[in-house]
């Protein structure tokens, strides 16, 4: 079975012997072609040596870029060229601060680092460039009054940095093979981890060896290859034996190997929690209360204030789509259907019409909601869907309408996405937490598959977003929507 980011996966079942290999051939030929040209090395070793300090190196070259790029924009807005030279010059300091920061040694510690989680180190970094920057320059070049210049460096360079680190890790994705992964465990846990690494390309791995079980004595013996063939050991049993995890990790790190664990008790931790260290004790605390009215009442004033900018800037989108609905299937132009907000009370969520007219009377003829095995459906290849309204669904424009929602306090700028009255009164009683919270115009519905999740994956990531509210994820998952719309995947 082929998966959808071109790897052919092979399903879980039983594996006889120690150690079975299941490399996709193109992979396997990728490696014979290496070592044939003298590429030597495990590929561990090969990705400890090369691929991740490829990685390094090109993060660098951004941030260097970057800095070079707000020299030049802060020196032009201000018509001073000798400050934008020496702006430039000091590029090796906020490269020494980027270190400090650890903007260099994070991609390699965890299986899915993402650019935008970056952002509270890239904007420190930039505030602590300008600073030691502005500092040397009183230095050097006596007293200045540059407030603009400060303002100006640390919002180009935030920006610039974010953008081109983002470019950076797309380019090695594009120039390194994917990450060799063992998974061991045959259970669900280990279906999951396949299902997340097919579903989330920007991990960079791919599945090539699967063992239902490992025992200590294996791990531990010289004589099994056991790692020769993998850069990653993912470990999904579920039951987890503390020796063979002691085992694991001393010869994950002897042979370079990178070892990560999925808790067998993954219902019994949840998403609402920490892990807090108290000298050699560790504690799981759980987040069990309520969120806070501040941030409440601070998440509603961005919902306003970032609704009505984005108002005037998608002004001419508005009216650009309005026109070319009109032309290509006539009116009406907007379309509202009734949804359903906190505690399940109705409100009418508006939208750019996609559908021919009388879309909502041919429904019953598609979807038969008492048929339903849950209280959820997506009709790839709708055929009430007009041509343009293909195109304002793939780039999401069919969206900007609810604006007009979050603005009148019926949804939220993020939050789960909205469901039909007539579906959510089939909701048991375990799905309404889904509407404890305002619906939103995007979501980590949105941002973790789109239409590709099932809905137990969606409520998944939506009980996680609830469960760990904070204007923080908000911010994250909005930036995270426009890679998802630049992508397309999933949106039907």
Not at 78 to 99: E, R, S, T, Y
Not at 227 to 241: K, M, Q
Request: aromatic letters at 6%.
């Amino acid at each position: 079975m082929s998966s959808e980011r071109g790897h052919v996966i092979v399903p879980f079942e039983h594996v006889d012997g120690p150690l079975a290999l299941g490399a996709p051939p193109a992979l396997r030929r990728t490696r014979q072609l290496r070592r044939a040209g003298g590429d030597a090395g495990t590929p561990a070793e090969r990705r400890t040596y090369r691929y991740d300090p490829l990685l390094r190196r090109l993060l660098l070259g951004a941030d260097a870029v970057a800095v070079l790029a707000a020299s030049a924009i802060v020196g032009g807005l201000v018509g001073d060229g000798l400050l934008a030279v020496w702006l430039a010059l000091l590029a090796p300091v906020w490269i020494v601060l980027a270190k400090l920061h650890g903007l260099y040694d994070a991609d390699h510690r965890s299986i899915r680092h993402l650019t935008v989680d970056e952002l509270p180190r890239i904007s420190v970094w930039a505030v602590t460039g300008t600073i030691a920057v502005y500092a040397l320059l009183l230095i050097v070049l006596g007293d200045r009054s540059v407030p603009l210049e400060l303002s100006l460096c640390w919002t180009t360079a935030t920006a610039a940095a974010l953008l081109l680190r983002a470019a950076a890790r797309l380019l090695w994705r594009r120039l390194t093979p994917p990450e060799s992964v063992l998974v061991v465990g045959d259970g669900v846990a280990a279906k999951d981890v396949q299902r997340k690494l097919d579903l989330f390309s920007d991990i960079h791995a791919v599945v090539v060896t699967r063992l239902p079980r490992l025992s200590a004595a294996t791990v531990r013996s010289e004589e099994e290859p056991l790692l020769a063939d993998v850069e990653h050991v993912i470990v999904a049993s579920e039951r987890l034996d503390a020796s063979l995890l002691a085992e694991l990790t001393v010869r994950c790190r002897r042979e370079h190997v990178k070892l990560s664990v999925v808790p067998p008790v993954r219902g019994m931790l949840g998403t609402a929690m920490q892990l807090t260290h108290v000298g050699d004790l560790t504690l799981v605390e759980y987040n069990t209360w309520d969120v806070s009215r501040s941030t409440r009442l601070l998440k509603r004033v961005v919902d306003v204030v970032l609704a009505t900018i984005a108002l005037v800037l998608f002004s001419p989108v508005f009216l650009a789509v309005a026109l070319a609905i009109v032309f290509a299937s006539g009116r009406p132009v907007l379309f509202a259907q009734t949804r359903a907000t906190v505690k399940g009370r109705p409100f009418r969520m508006l939208k750019f019409r996609t559908m021919v007219p009388g879309a909502e009377e041919a429904l019953a003829e598609l979807v038969r909601f008492d048929d339903l095995d849950e209280p959820a459906f997506k009709i790839e290849n709708d055929p009430r869907t007009t041509r343009i309204g293909k195109l304002l669904r793939r780039l999401s424009l069919d969206e900007l309408p609810q604006l007009l929602n979050v603005l009148r306090g019926d949804m939220s700028l993020v939050g789960p996405r909205p469901e039909q009255v007539e579906l959510v009164e089939r909701y048991s009683q375990e799905q309404r937490f889904r509407l404890t919270v305002k619906p939103g115009l995007t979501g980590p519905m949105q941002v973790y598959g789109r239409g590709f999740l099932t809905f137990d994956e969606r409520l998944a990531v939506e009980r996680e977003y609830i469960a760990n509210l904070s204007l923080r994820r908000d911010l994250r998952i909005l930036l995270l929507t426009f890679a998802a719309i630049v992508s397309g995947r999933g949106a039907f």
